[in-house]
C-alpha cells in the first residue's frame, strides 16, 4: 500500500507558523525553511517541480512534535491560508450527490402533488445525465455558490459562529480541493481535505432564491491536507456532540464514484472564468455533502460540536457553535 502524504500547518507555543508532515506514529516532521503550505506551493510552481518531490526535500528536519500536544493546546491552523485572506476564495459545488439532492428536494418541495419537477432535482438529473462526460469533452454545468474570502475560515478546533440574524447554523461534511493559481494564470491542485460547509439551512428551506444568502457564513476544513489524487471513493462519519453525548451521527460517502461529477468537470466550470485564475489566488471549494443532521430532524444550538472524520484524512476535523452578537440595522452613511 503507497503512504499518502498528509500535511497539517499550525503554530509553534512562540506564536510563529509550522508545516509539517504527519507520520504514523502521532508525531509532525517539521519541514525545514517552510512557513506556510501556500510558500511550498508556489515554491513547487516556480521550480517546475512535483509538489511530493518538494515535500520530500524538506523532509530532512529533525524536529518532531507531538500531534496530540498540538491539538490538545488548540494551534492547528486551517491547511492552507494566503498572506491576504481577500486572495482566498472560498466557493462549492452541492446536488452531486443523491443525498443532497433529496435533502434540497424536500426543502423546495410544495403540498402539491401533481406538482413539477423542483430545480435541485432538475439539477441533479442534469448531472447524472453529463456529469461525467469522456475524456476532451465538456460536461453539465455544476451548481455553484460562492462561501466567502479567507476570513471565513476557521481553524481546525474553533467555534463557527452562529450570526445574530441566523435562522439555523448545520454542519455539511464534505471533501474540499485546494487549489493555487500560478504567476502565469495556471491552475494546480495541491490536494483534498475534509470541510464543514456550515450553513443556513432554515433561511434556504424558505425559498431556494435564499442558497445564496445561506452559504454565507464560517466554515472550517482540516485538519489535514492530503496530497495527489482523491481516492473514487472516500468513506467516511460525520456526528453532532452535545454535552459530552453524540445526538446524531451518520456514515457518509463521496468522491467520484458516489457523485454525479467527475471532479474535472466541476474543477473546468470552476476556473473557466478569468477572474478565478487571478495569479498568486487560493481557492477552496466544497464539492457537496450526501448526508445533513438537519435534513434528520436535529436542531443545533450553541455549544455543539461537529466531528467529520474519514481514515483517508487523518485526524477528524471538530468545532462547535459559538452565538455571535447582534449586528443590529446596518445604515449606509452619505459621503
Known amino acids: 500500500m503507497i503512504a499518502l502524504t498528509r500535511l497539517v500547518q499550525f503554530r509553534d507555543l512562540d506564536g510563529s507558523r509550522k508545516v509539517a508532515k504527519v507520520l504514523d506514529n502521532d508525531n509532525l516532521q517539521l519541514l525545514e525553511n517552510t512557513k506556510s503550505v501556500y510558500d511550498l506551493a508556489t515554491e513547487a510552481i516556480r521550480s517546475h517541480q512535483k509538489l511530493e518531490r518538494v515535500i520530500q526535500e524538506k523532509s530532512i ?37 443523491l443525498g443532497s439532492a433529496l435533502a434540497r428536494d424536500a426543502m423546495h418541495a410544495t403540498d402539491d402533488k401533481e406538482k413539477a419537477m423542483t ?40 467555534p463557527l459562529e452562529l450570526p445574530g440574524f441566523a435562522l439555523d447554523g448545520s454542519e455539511e461534511a464534505e471533501v474540499v480541493g485546494i487549489y493555487v493559481i500560478s504567476e502565469t494564470g495556471e491552475v494546480f491542485r495541491v490536494g483534498f481535505t ?17 442558497l445564496a444568502h445561506s452559504k454565507l457564513r464560517d466554515c472550517s ?28 451521527s451518520s456514515p457518509f460517502q463521496t468522491g467520484e464514484a ?18 478565478f485564475r487571478r495569479p498568486g489566488d487560493v481557492h477552496c ?22 466531528e467529520i472524520s ?22 449606509v452613511k452619505d459621503l
Open 61 to 97: 528536519h529533525q524536529s518532531v512534535f507531538d500531534y496530540n500536544q498540538v491539538i490538545s493546546d488548540n494551534r492547528l491552523l486551517p491547511p492552507i491560508g494566503h498572506p491576504d485572506p481577500a486572495h482566498l476564495l472560498v466557493s462549492g459545488t452541492g446536488l452531486d450527490h
Open 119 to 158: 430545480d435541485s432535482m432538475k439539477m441533479f438529473r442534469m448531472g447524472l445525465e453529463g456529469g461525467k462526460p469522456r475524456i476532451g469533452e465538456v460536461g453539465t454545468q455544476p451548481e455553484w455558490f460562492y462561501k466567502g474570502d479567507g476570513s471565513s475560515l476557521v481553524p481546525p478546533g474553533h
Open 194 to 210: 475534509l470541510g464543514n460547509e456550515y450553513s443556513d439551512h432554515v433561511l434556504e428551506r424558505q425559498n431556494y432564491l435564499y
Open 221 to 248: 476544513i482540516g485538519p489535514e491536507l492530503l496530497i495527489g489524487h482523491l481516492p473514487e471513493s472516500v468513506v467516511g462519519q460525520v456526528s453532532v456532540i452535545r454535552d459530552g453525548a453524540t445526538i446524531w
Open 258 to 275: 458516489n457523485m454525479t461529477h467527475m471532479i474535472s468537470n466541476i474543477e473546468h466550470h470552476h476556473f473557466k472564468y478569468r477572474q
Open 285 to 306: 471549494h466544497f464539492f457537496g455533502a450526501s448526508v445533513l443532521s438537519f435534513s434528520s430532524g436535529v436542531t443545533t444550538r450553541p455549544g455543539d460540536i461537529f
Open 310 to 331: 474519514a481514515p483517508l484524512f487523518g485526524r477528524p476535523l471538530r468545532n462547535s457553535i459559538k452565538k455571535a452578537g447582534t449586528t443590529g440595522l446596518v445604515v
